[in-house]
């Protein structure tokens, strides 16, 4: 199945909704097909491994159990919602849906969220620090959505579920399916289901400061990188010993921007920001291809096409000899007269592979490598 965006445009959407202000786009995946059903939910609900929760509430009163689960009977109660997490990583058609939504970049985008919920089930008014498009699968459901408060007062009703106060909507719709709901972050939203219904959330993430020097320190530590000191030569009397200048403090600072501007900074903020879901190392074919058996293949011509929820992650612009990309948080590399290959491959679903004899014997060897790996997949 494959999912695409219609009566919806791109340029209009990043000028004037991204990061900005929320918007419904009616019928925006025409003849909506779900790609899974609430059976399949359940099923990635009782595996280990899998981030799964059931959020009921009766009279206000609000419940939220966490999976893996092996029986529904006691948790599902009153109006209760199933949600499951990542599960763009497990169910293809779930990482095609997720696709239609590639004119954000790879490592902006975080996972696929599913939501089974009852009639009149919702998990309350809430805020989320990130971008989401809302999809409405099968069933009807009333979205509401506020302005984003100057403050906004965040309250626990239970200690895994967070919400805010009841807010004035500037959206209020009954979605059908194939509607796409669009929320920037900080803005109030919430659902309550008219029938039966599933929702995918397709949620996006962004660094904060404290993630990207983390990541930056952690590597510094790990690294036993030797670092440049702190000098002063030429330094100007002020008859102030307590008072650190304006110089120093800014050259003190440069000595921070400096090593912040360091190329290998580039590759450990880009590897990180590739990283997606442990899950995604778990699967290496069972039977790797050997070279001769994938040269076959190739001789003949094939399609590979990324495997499920997989999101590399280049630097676009490199400019040593070899081409570095990221998956999963793994580097790999390639000549880079084999980039336009590698990023055909890498920006696509899809790409043919048919033998030719510029393709070398060392990226051959990668592609084999990404498909042994579980990354790629070879459809028959
Ligand atoms: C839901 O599907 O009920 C939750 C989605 C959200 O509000 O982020
Ligand atoms: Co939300």
Not at 108 to 129: E, K, N, T, W, Y
Not at 264 to 279: F, T, V, Y
Not at 341 to 359: E, G, K, S, V, Y
């Amino acid at each position: 199945m494959m999912y695409q965006l219609s009566n919806f445009s791109i340029k209009t959407f990043l000028s004037q909704h991204w990061q900005q202000r929320p918007c419904v786009f009616h019928g925006a995946l025409r003849d909506f097909e779900d790609p899974l059903d609430e059976h399949d939910l359940a099923g990635l609900a009782q595996e280990a491994g899998i981030d799964s929760r059931v959020i009921s509430e009766i009279n206000g009163a609000w419940t939220v159990t966490e999976g893996p689960f092996t029986d529904f009977e006691p948790v599902c109660r009153d109006n209760w919602s199933l949600m499951v997490q990542g599960v763009d990583t497990h169910i293809e058609s779930a990482a095609s849906l997720m696709k239609a939504f590639n004119f954000i970049p790879h490592w902006r985008m975080d996972d696929l969220l599913v939501s089974f919920s009852q009639p009149g089930a919702g998990v309350g008014a809430h805020i989320d620090q990130y971008d989401v498009f809302i999809v409405q699968g099968k069933g009807c459901r009333r979205w509401q959505v506020g302005n984003k408060p100057t403050e906004s007062s965040q309250h626990y009703p239970h200690p895994k579920l967070q919400q805010t106060d009841e807010f004035e909507p500037i959206i209020d719709v009954e979605l059908q399916p194939g509607d796409v709901l669009y929320i920037p972050p900080g803005f109030p939203h919430k659902g309550q289901s008219i029938t039966e219904c599933l929702n995918y959330s397709i949620g996006f993430r962004a660094p904060d400061q404290t993630e990207l020097f983390q990541v930056i320190a952690d590597d510094l530590l790990d690294s036993n990188q030797s670092t440049r000191r702190f000098t002063d030569s030429n330094r100007a009397y002020i008859d102030r010993p307590g008072a650190m200048t304006t110089t120093d403090m800014i050259s003190l600072k440069s000595l921070l921007h400096g090593y912040i501007d360091e190329p290998r900074i580039e590759q450990i903020l880009i590897q990180h920001l590739s990283k997606q879901n442990e899950c995604l190392d778990d699967f290496p074919l069972e039977h790797e291809f050997t070279h001769s058996d994938f040269m076959t293949m190739i001789q003949e011509g094939v399609t590979i096409q990324h495997a499920c929820g997989v999101r590399p992650v280049y630097l676009d612009h490199q400019i040593d000899d070899e081409f570095t990309f990221f998956i999963n948080g793994h580097q790999f590399s390639t000549h880079t007269s084999h980039r336009l290959a590698t990023t055909q491959i890498l920006d696509n679903h899809q790409t043919q592979l048919l033998f030719h004899c510029d393709m070398s014997h060392d990226w051959i060897e990668l592609i084999r490598e990404l498909i042994n790996r579980g990354y790629l997949d070879i459809l028959e």
